[in-house]
Nanobody, 126 residues
């Protein structure tokens, strides 16, 4: 079973920054498509960002475009989410997800991901 462990969440004031990390315990990490999703209280889990196995392709939800950056370091089996200019509406539990296949398609759908982390809380105060 592949394990994903997120870290880096916390409490930050509006306008501040956080960097989330997700370490993946898998020998084949470098072939995985990786995604970040978030879930606010009382709301459905929503797509935030995704990155292809090589890092050449990235995608973002409209709500975070221009403020968040997804990246990966295949040598460290780690994917990152740099979050800048945070807003109170960014408050949520953030989940890291991994897809075994290299195909970079339907990346905004939670159903295409095979493994999930336990989540890390991000709280943005106004």
């Amino acid at each position: 079973q592949v394990q994903l462990v997120e870290s880096g969440g916390g409490l930050v004031q509006a306008g501040g920054s956080l960097r989330l990390s997700c370490v993946v315990d898998a020998r084949t990490f470098s072939s995985y498509t990786m995604g970040w999703f978030r879930q606010a209280p009382g709301k459905a889990r929503e797509f935030t960002a995704a990155i292809s196995w090589s890092g050449a392709s990235t995608d973002y939800a409209d709500s975070v475009k221009g403020r968040f950056t997804i990246s990966r370091d295949n040598a460290k089996n780690t994917v990152y989410l740099q979050m800048n200019s945070l807003k109170p509406e960014d408050t949520a539990i953030y989940y890291c997800a991994a897809r075994r296949l290299v195909f970079y398609s339907r990346i905004s759908s939670p159903s295409v991901y095979d493994y999930w982390g336990q989540g890390t809380q991000v709280t943005v105060s106004s």
